[in-house]
């Protein structure tokens, strides 16, 4: 018999540079002088406009001596049409670069605008794993919220307005080149939001320690970022102003986005890719409702690996059976979630027996069931949905 050591399986870790701190934000213009940009395009939204964390972007561009053209067309799920807009704009302002302010929306539709610049195609052809053959314009990504880590992921989420659902871009192309990781920002979210963005976090970091793909180096951020956010999202929803709670849910969410960056996803985000370009739902939104359900189908999959979860949340949970720890972590989850005031189903969202062939049927081809511990069927996901109901 062959011994196979652990070490013989060939792995990559992937990242950006990126600057972590409080005011780290009054960088941009230093760094973008750095990669020697000319005129940089802006991406950006209404509400992070409103927020005035673009204006402070912009301040430190013009002081850098950087031209600048802002783009904002941009709606949460980002629709293939505004990728298509932004890239005609970069090229008609002459852009050489792009500094993305936002949430994954924003940082995912800068990437796409990117992708199209320099590919000039149109971004539904990019679908997929490695389909794009030149590297994006440089990117500076600056997140105003602790969730989607696009900043430093090989992933973007575009949403196909045609076929309505949303699709994964996942190259090494499309990890930026800095991210700004400025913990202040959060303290603009709304409470509804901080929730969200907070529960995309955690089921970042279940699905990449539950992965086929993980690595010793990706258990150990997506572990810590679990116990991060358990002792710090409940604290920044009851107090928006605790910076220390914030700048550690900010930090979860970096160690989590290296974490499924490198190790992938699995049927948490295959399903709510489907769900949020079919109903527009929030992204955060669709992972808190479907994490329990997606962790229940998949436990005798991956028993260990849920177990250590389970003990993060309750540490005395010890010498009990596979189905004692099953039903243990989606009692967890769910008060978890409660205490977010996140308790509502698909049902209150619009989805009802008749949507689930149609959302399955999108959910199964998503490229995140590859790294599912088990191997999701079109009847498995439309289970999973019709229990989320």
């Avoid at 986005?257 to 985000?269: D, K, M, R």
């Amino acid at each position: 018999m062959v011994n196979i050591n652990k070490f013989d399986e060939l792995r990559k870790f992937v990242m950006p540079e990126y600057i972590f701190g409080n005011n780290s934000i009054e960088l941009a213009g230093h760094y973008a002088q750095i990669f020697g940009l000319k005129k940089v395009l802006i991406a950006t939204d209404p509400g992070v406009i409103l927020s005035g964390w673009a204006d402070i972007v912009i301040k430190k561009i013009e002081q850098a001596g950087i031209e600048y053209s802002i783009f904002s067309d941009i709606s949460p799920n980002p629709r293939d049409f505004e990728v298509m807009n932004g890239a005609v704009f970069f090229k008609n302002e002459f852009c050489d670069g792009i500094v993305a302010v936002g949430g994954g929306s924003v940082m995912d539709c800068a990437k796409g605008i990117g992708i199209v610049a320099v590919n000039d195609d149109n971004i539904l052809n990019f679908e997929g794993v490695n389909k794009v053959d030149y590297p994006m314009p440089p990117l500076i990504c600056i997140p105003t919220t602790g969730g989607t880590s696009a900043d430093v992921s090989q992933f973007a989420i575009i949403n196909n307005s045609g076929e309505k659902y949303k699709f994964a871009i996942i190259s090494k192309a499309v990890v930026p080149d800095l991210a700004i990781i400025d913990p202040l920002t959060l303290t603009s979210m709304d409470s509804f939001l901080t929730a969200c963005t907070g529960m995309d976090v955690l089921s970042h970091a279940f699905e990449a320690y539950a992965s086929t793909a993980a690595t010793h180096m990706t258990d150990l951020l997506a572990k810590d970022a679990v116990k991060l956010l358990i002792e710090n999202l409940p604290k920044t929803f009851e107090n928006p102003d605790d910076i220390d709670a914030r700048g550690n849910v900010m930090l979860a969410s970096l160690e989590a986005g290296l974490a499924f960056s490198n190790a992938s996803l699995g049927c948490v985000h295959s399903l709510a890719h489907s769900l949020g370009g079919y109903k527009d739902m929030p992204h955060g939104l669709c992972n808190s409702i479907l994490l329990p359900f997606v962790i229940d189908y998949n436990f005798d999959y991956n028993p260990n690996k849920y177990m250590d979860l389970l003990k993060l949340f309750a540490p005395k949970a010890k010498n009990i059976s596979n189905s004692e720890a099953k039903k243990a972590l989606f009692q967890e989850i769910s008060m978890f979630k409660e205490s977010l005031k996140l308790t509502e189903s698909l049902a209150n969202y619009g989805i009802n027996n008749s949507d689930l062939l149609t959302l399955s049927e999108k959910a199964i081809a998503d490229p995140c069931n590859a790294t599912n511990p088990r191997a999701p069927k079109v009847d498995d996901i439309s289970t999973i949905y019709s229990e989320a109901l």
